[in-house]
């Protein structure tokens, strides 16, 4: 957007419904226009969702739930969509007074330190949300909560998703890809896809991009129709959020992020909050517990981009307003600013 907001997403996503939140690339979350939802869904999210089943169905083995896992799942999936198909919506909560077998729990990680007990409504739902039968509706309370209501995706969208031949979804996938971000490598791709190596040379083939090269050596990959001159941009300043699709876009960085990865993203490869400037990653912000918009430079921007940094800081408090809140991952500046 040109003008942030922070009222026209939920309304584009809940009332307008124009964007639609979903599990793809990766295993996740992404937020994608309608005309793309069936592309990610065949292309990326129901290969999701085959890899969930199995890995719940182990869950369930390891926890004694039934005799025959894979079939009791299939049973409690059965009844909570018919649940759900006779509300307008209902949270996990609401799902699993319905369906009893939804407020079972299981343990995972049993014995490390990230082990937690979860219910099966929430995997049960993740997975449908995968296989494309269900979608998160509105949040209950802010922005910031975790806990959704979910709709049967045939109720929301007014229509079950199309089918789209994988293979088709696949050089779709990449060709609204490189028109955003390329050009890129085959690195880029296979990561940012998630596919294998195979996979990716495969739906090149239906794309046939042009190869070019790279400044700093290497070949990188472009639509054949976007081969033109890219004018120069006026100096621009962006305080970008953690997880932002541009700091995720690619799997070589050192051009845009330098040195400074180690700061700016956590063990696992997710990115902080980042302070942008023409293009490259300087900088890293945080949101202290009194909502001030704190921020380190981690580059020389000189005097006049410095003071453009202070009032975007400024303005991101702003948009934020009285919203506090914690990050899932955390990086090491993060936590230096946030104290």
């Known amino acids: 957007m040109k003008k942030p907001s922070a009222e026209a997403v939920p309304r584009a996503l809940y009332e307008d419904r124009t964007l639609l939140r979903m599990l793809g690339m990766r295993r996740t979350l992404f ?4 005309d793309l939802v069936p592309v990610v869904q065949s292309a990326a999210s129901r290969a999701v969702a085959v890899r969930e089943r199995a890995r719940l169905v182990k869950f369930l083995t390891e926890a004694g739930i039934a005799k025959d896992p894979g079939r009791w799942l299939r049973k409690v999936e059965k009844a909570a969509m018919a649940a759900l198909s006779a509300r307008e919506s ?6 699993a007074a319905a369906v009893p077998e939804l407020g079972k729990k299981l343990v995972l990680g049993r014995g490390k330190k990230y082990e937690a007990e979860v219910s099966i409504s929430s995997r049960v739902l993740l997975l449908l949300a995968a296989d494309g039968h269900v979608v998160r509706g509105q949040p209950r309370g802010s922005w910031i909560s975790t806990q959704y209501r979910w709709s ?7 229509a079950a998703i199309t089918h789209v031949p994988v293979e088709e979804a696949r050089a779709s ?4 890809w490189l028109g955003a971000f390329g050009p890129g490598t085959l690195t880029d791709l ?3 896809t998630g596919w294998s190596a195979g996979e990716v040379r495969k739906a090149l083939t239906s794309v046939d991009p042009v190869e070019v090269e790279l400044d700093g050596g290497g070949v990188g990959l472009v639509l054949s129709d976007d081969l033109a001159r890219v004018r120069p941009t006026k100096p621009w300043i962006a305080l970008l959020p953690s997880l932002d699709a541009t700091t995720m876009g690619w799997k ?9 990865g180690p700061e700016l993203f956590d063990r696992m490869g997710n990115a902080g909050p980042t302070i942008w400037c023409d293009g490259r990653v300087v900088g ?6 009194d909502g001030e918009i704190a921020y380190r430079l981690v580059e020389d921007i000189g005097r006049a981009a410095t003071a453009v940094v202070g009032a975007a ?5 702003k948009l934020v307003g009285d919203i506090r809140y914690t990050p899932r991952f955390p990086t090491p500046l993060e936590r230096e600013l946030r104290g």
Do not use: C, I, M
């Open 173 to 176: 996938l990449l060709r609204s």
């Open 152 to 158: 049967t995706a045939e109720r929301w969208l007014g």
């Open 31 to 34: 937020v994608e226009p309608l």
């Open 90 to 95: 209902a949270t996990a909560g609401e799902l």
């Open 313 to 317: 800081a400024e303005a991101v408090g």
């Open 284 to 289: 890293g912000w945080a949101q202290r517990r």
């Open 190 to 192: 296979k990561w940012w």
């Open 252 to 260: 070589d960085r050192d051009w845009y992020l330098g040195p400074h």
